[in-house]
């Protein structure tokens, strides 16, 4: 259970700065797609006999990538939107071929928070920190591009360097977070509480710290109620999810924030 609150807690935060400008960049779909890459990576890799790990990585950046590359010359939910089938195919197919137990199938898309072992601790704290330090490192541009694209452009700040840097990111806590809550969980965290910190505050430090905040009390909550109930940690962690962002709306509407 240590290890559980630990991993579950650095996903949590890292879904939460990520999923910042995944709200503030409109990107909530690509944040579903991505994962769904890393899925079908990890599907692939367990296939052929290799560490999960590294076909979360291959697939969920190639994905993204993809996604990146492709959005230039086509509509962007149009290009989104086919990726994620194509993923979702192409792990399915893995899937049938793979002789492996269904559980550690299941989890691919709903995560095995409370199956996590030591090792997955270090794995886990080793992606989250390059995840932070690329974050620290870009947040200025990232943040510029946005907000305002046109000053960032007239800046000289490439658009599509800083999409192909922002999806990287996107990849790279895909990676991090799938074997621990799932591809369908992280899009969960990723969205509902930097959606409700937006609600609230439009200021970026607050909404980056209220972000985190949630998501923290979402992952706490779930790992207790799933304990105590035995039901799946993937309701607590989708329901609170959208309890924040429902509760984050109706508190904006009646204070005029």
Not at 11 to 21: C, H, N, R, W
């Amino acid at each position: 259970m240590t290890d559980t609150w630990i991993t579950a807690s650095i996903v949590a935060v890292i879904a939460a700065l990520v999923g910042f400008f995944v709200v503030l960049r409109g990107a909530a779909f690509t944040a579903h797609a991505v994962p769904n890459a890393a899925f079908a990576g990890a599907a692939g890799a367990s296939l052929v006999g290799v560490s999960s790990l590294a076909g979360l990585g291959v697939f969920s950046v190639g994905g993204a990538l993809l996604i990146g590359l492709l959005s230039r010359k086509g509509r962007h939910d149009a290009v989104t939107a086919l990726i994620v089938a194509f993923m979702l195919g192409l792990g399915a197919l893995f899937l049938s071929w793979s002789t492996e137990y269904a559980p550690e199938i299941y989890s691919l898309l709903f995560g095995e928070v409370l199956g996590i072992s030591a090792n997955d601790v270090g794995l886990t704290a080793i992606l989250a920190l390059a995840c932070l330090v690329v974050l620290a490192a870009s947040y200025r541009p990232l943040m510029l591009s946005s907000t305002l694209p046109e000053v960032a452009e007239a800046r000289g700040i490439s658009s599509l360097r800083i999409d192909l840097l922002f999806l990287t990111l996107l990849a790279l806590a895909a990676t991090m977070a799938v074997p621990v809550v799932g591809a369908l969980l992280m899009f969960s965290l990723m969205v509902g509480p930097p959606a409700a910190a937006r609600a609230v505050t439009k200021h970026p430090a607050p909404a980056m710290t209220l972000a985190v905040v949630l998501a923290l009390v979402t992952v706490w909550i779930a790992i207790a109620a799933s304990y105590q109930t035995n039901w799946p940690i993937g309701f607590f962690v989708g329901v609170g999810s959208a309890a924040w962002y429902l509760v984050a709306r109706v508190s904006a509407a009646l204070f005029h924030l």
